[in-house]
């Protein structure tokens, strides 16, 4: 089984949201963070390429929250579904949190997964939307 999780990352910018990646960690010890950036430069989000590395490593981690498990088979197809999501350039409020809250849904509704109501309830509790 592959486990998904929540890695929450301290801002560089204390007025800004935490930072919020997908964690896949497999088996076999690899580790996928799927995210969005921001561009600095305003042209808004956009879905990053897929780092194969360990939350950990970063010193800006602040937690990882466990959200559940996929098959191991379904991982790759998984991986792709995040990947495709679309961002949200429209709103004032979206940001990553809701690019992951929004992931976590449709992983469930597509049968990859069951989230963690605990975890689920324990992200909500834990959103923060653009001032």
């Not at 497999?26 to 995210?35: A, V």
């Not at 379904?74 to 961002?87: L, M």
């Not at 449709?106 to 975890?119: K, R």
Request: proline share 5%; with cysteine.
């Amino acid at each position: 089984m592959t486990t998904v999780a929540v890695a929450i990352y301290n801002p560089s910018d204390e007025r800004d949201p935490c930072h919020w990646a997908l964690w896949l960690k497999s088996e076999n010890g690899d580790s996928t963070i799927l995210q969005v950036g921001d561009d600095k430069g305003g042209v808004g989000y956009y879905v990053e390429q897929p780092i194969r590395k360990e939350p950990g490593r970063s010193l800006k981690l602040k937690e990882t929250i466990i959200c559940g498990t996929i098959p191991t088979e379904k991982e790759r197809e998984a991986e792709g579904k995040i990947q495709s999501h679309p961002v949200d350039n429209q709103s004032t409020t979206w940001n990553c949190q809701s690019w992951v809250m929004e992931n976590l849904d449709n992983l469930e509704e597509e049968g990859f997964m069951q989230v963690s109501p605990t975890a689920k309830a324990n992200l909500q509790s834990k959103r923060q939307n653009w001032q």
